[in-house]
Every structure is written in structure tokens, then in C-alpha cells.
């Protein structure tokens, strides 16, 4: 490691605040808009050429961003004004490994000074070198972002067919249709509440006054809002609930495959728990009567997000909708061979959205993992090439 050499940060790579651009000004077009908690809109004008490096300069701290395109920086972030001949996915994966958080203001609203991370002590490679740990990083992150496309497609797909079944009623055309509160629907299928379907549990967050209640290790899955984001299944949490925290609310353990809609702040979110787990009380799950309720109900509820938002809102600021306002929500009930049948249509592509979550789960923890010893040195690209190619 002769040839890396120590640095100043401001020495390699030159950050700059964000620029402002008022609402009333903005309009949406074919250029990002980078906030310090990522792409938020689009402009139709930049004032950056891609490639570039974003990181939050105030509000959301500790985040970077790396995009290939031309883009515009809001004033809540910094961006890298000048590489200064580094490589700049190198830059962008190197930024990941400061402590943000030790240079925040600690006020309210947490705030960045560029000119004291410009101070910040690096050690950095030649060229060829960065360019070789970047590649390395973003084979990971190229193959977790492609399996997010995928189960993107995916979903769509089930998407789809749940259309064609349950709104277009493409395969019942030939059937009996009768009125029903929601309109015409084939004879036999009925509109019923979505406790029908199941077993509705509203959250419960054991005593936070017991440590022991949790685990830091191995427990059940807590699943809160913020796991929910993005994601389908859900079977990895930031927190989990221990043996004991489990005991002391047994009737609310979801088994897996348990719906869990959020009902308090942030409403409408949909995932699966892949593992048996409790969820705290701004989330309402259902327990299916049959597994092959499971997907059905799933995009069913994602569909419900706008109802779910009116019956939250009450005139309130902070929007909460009741277990038993959910509880009673109507929906339609086809019939328990129709729903089979459309289960094993649909399985085959929830089973691949799970394993495709599954995987990137694993590179993400591995790409963590290698991403702050590539970039000090401690493992060398030679070494980390064949962890990359038994991992990809």
C-alpha cells in the first residue's frame, strides 16, 4: 500500500452546496432533482453535468447518492463540484465510510459545514486502483438493482392478471353476472368486510421499560413503517423482539404469511412477513383462513391505498385509521376456486419476488461489508474479485 497516499478530503474531491429552486419554479422534465434524501422530482432544467455525487448538507444526513446523469442539486445537499482526477464511483463509495453524523450541528434540524468534512483525513489509491475497488462495489450494486427491476416486472405481472381476473373478469365473460354494491360481479362471488378473509391482529410494541423484551441478536422479525418500505416480503427488521417480549403477546405472533397494511401516519403500505413476527401498533395485519387468500388479499389492499387514506383522515392532521374502520372495509369475495386457481397463477411469481429480496439481502450485507475495507486497504482487489465472483 506504498502508493495510497493520505489526504485531505477537500484535497481529492471538492464539495459544494446545493442550489436553490423554489416550488413555484419547478417543473417536471427530463432531469433529476437531488435532495439529501435522494432523486424527490424532475426539472427540465440542470445545473449539473453527470456523473455526480450527492450527499444531505441538511435535514437527512449521512446518505450519498451517485447518478450518471445531468442533474440538479437542491440546497439541502452537498454535491462533488470537482473529482479532481479521482475516479468518481470510487469517490461516491469512499464518502459512504465518513461519519457524517459527527459533523452534524446536533440541532433540531441537522446541518453539515463542507468546510470542516473538507478536513477530514482519507487515504487514497491511484487511479487504476480506485477504478478496480469501484468495479468490484458495483457489480454488487448493479445486481442488486437488477433484481429490484426484476421484481419490479414481476409484480407488475401479478399485477396484471389480477386485473384481468378481478376488475376486467376476463376469464368469468361467459358466466352469470348479478348486481352487487360494487357493481356488476359473476354469480356465486359476494362482498364481504376484509375480516371475512381472516383473522385481523392490530400491533402491540412490548414494554421498552424491559430491554430483555427485545433481541439485538436472533428473535422475531418487529416489523414498524419504516421495514415496510419498498418491499414486498418482508423477513429482515431493525429491530426484533425477543422470547420473552414474544410470551407476553402471544395473540398478537403473526404466522408467515400474514398481510400487514399500515393504518397510523403513513398509510396504505402492503408487505408479507416471510417469517413469523409481530408488527407495533400502527400496523393491522390479516391472517388468511387459506394460504391461497394470501396474494389476493395483498394486491387487493394495495389497491385499497385511497380508501385507506380517506377512512384515515377524519379531519385530523395525523392520519389513523381504526382496526375496526379497517376491519369492516368491503371488498369483493370470489369464490375459494377461483382464488386457488388464481394462487397457483400467481405463486410461482411472489416465490421469485422472494428470492430475489432474499439474495439482495445477502450481497447488500456482503457489499457492506467489504465496502470500508476495499476502500482503506485492509482487503486487496485480488482477494475480494473471487468473493464477488462466488457471490455473483
Same mark, same amino acid.
Given at each position: 500500500m506504498q502508493d495510497w497516499k493520505k489526504h485531505k478530503l477537500g484535497e481529492i474531491a471538492l464539495l459544494k452546496r446545493g442550489y436553490d429552486l423554489p416550488d413555484r419554479l419547478r417543473e417536471k422534465?427530463?432531469?433529476?432533482?437531488?435532495?439529501?434524501?435522494?432523486?424527490?422530482d424532475t426539472h427540465i432544467e440542470y445545473k449539473v453535468e453527470g456523473p455526480g455525487v450527492v450527499t444531505g448538507r441538511y435535514g437527512t444526513i449521512g446518505k450519498v447518492f451517485y447518478t450518471t446523469k445531468n442533474f440538479w442539486p437542491l440546497n439541502t445537499s452537498l454535491y462533488v463540484k470537482d473529482f479532481m482526477g479521482n475516479d468518481s464511483k470510487f469517490i461516491y463509495y469512499l464518502l459512504q465510510t465518513i461519519n457524517w453524523q459527527s459533523y452534524s450541528t446536533k440541532s433540531a434540524v441537522?446541518?453539515?459545514d463542507r468546510n470542516e468534512v473538507h478536513q477530514e483525513m482519507v487515504v487514497v489509491p491511484p487511479l487504476q486502483e480506485q477504478e478496480n475497488i469501484a468495479s468490484i462495489l458495483s457489480a454488487f450494486d448493479d445486481k442488486i438493482e437488477l433484481n429490484l427491476q426484476m421484481n419490479k416486472t414481476l409484480e407488475e405481472m401479478a399485477m396484471a392478471l389480477y386485473k384481468h381476473w378481478f376488475v376486467d373478469?376476463?376469464?368469468?365473460?361467459?358466466?352469470? /353476472? *348479478?348486481?352487487?354494491? $360494487?357493481?356488476? @360481479?359473476?354469480?356465486?362471488?359476494?362482498?364481504?368486510?376484509?375480516?371475512s378473509f381472516g383473522k385481523i391482529v392490530c400491533g402491540k410494541t412490548p414494554s421498552k421499560k424491559d430491554e430483555n423484551?427485545?433481541?439485538s441478536g436472533q428473535g422475531y422479525p418487529f416489523i414498524k413503517i419504516p421495514d415496510m418500505h419498498g418491499k414486498? /416480503? *418482508?423477513?429482515?427488521? $431493525?429491530?426484533? @423482539?425477543?422470547k420473552q417480549g414474544n410470551k407476553l403477546q402471544l395473540n398478537k405472533l403473526l404466522p408467515a404469511g400474514?398481510?400487514?397494511?399500515?393504518?397510523?401516519?403513513?398509510?396504505?403500505l402492503v408487505t408479507i412477513n416471510s417469517l413469523p413476527a409481530h408488527t407495533n401498533q400502527q400496523i393491522n395485519s390479516?391472517?388468511?383462513?387459506?394460504?391461497?387468500?394470501?396474494?389476493?388479499?395483498?394486491?387487493?389492499?394495495?389497491?385499497?391505498k385511497d380508501r385507506f387514506m380517506n377512512e384515515a383522515s377524519g379531519g385530523s392532521a395525523t392520519l389513523n385509521m381504526n382496526t375496526s374502520t379497517f376491519s369492516s372495509i368491503e371488498i369483493l369475495k370470489p369464490l375459494n376456486t377461483e382464488l386457488k386457481e388464481f394462487d397457483l397463477l400467481v405463486s410461482n411469481l411472489f416465490e421469485q419476488i422472494n428470492q430475489n429480496a432474499i439474495e439482495n439481502q445477502t450481497l447488500t450485507t456482503l457489499r457492506d461489508t467489504l465496502l470500508p475495507k476495499l476502500i482503506s486497504g485492509e482487503v486487496r482487489v485480488k482477494d475480494a474479485k473471487q468473493m464477488v465472483a462466488t457471490a455473483l
Open positions: 422534465g427530463n432531469y433529476q432533482i437531488i435532495s439529501s434524501s435522494g432523486v424527490t441537522p446541518g453539515i373478469f376476463g376469464p368469468f365473460q361467459n358466466g352469470k /353476472f *348479478v348486481e352487487s354494491e $360494487l357493481g356488476m @360481479i359473476p354469480e356465486g362471488w359476494e362482498v364481504k368486510s376484509i375480516n423484551n427485545f433481541s414486498v /416480503f *418482508v423477513f429482515e427488521t $431493525l429491530e426484533k @423482539i425477543s400474514s398481510v400487514n397494511i399500515s393504518c397510523i401516519a403513513t398509510v396504505g390479516i391472517i388468511p383462513d387459506y394460504s391461497s387468500f394470501k396474494y389476493y388479499l395483498y394486491i387487493s389492499m394495495l389497491n385499497l
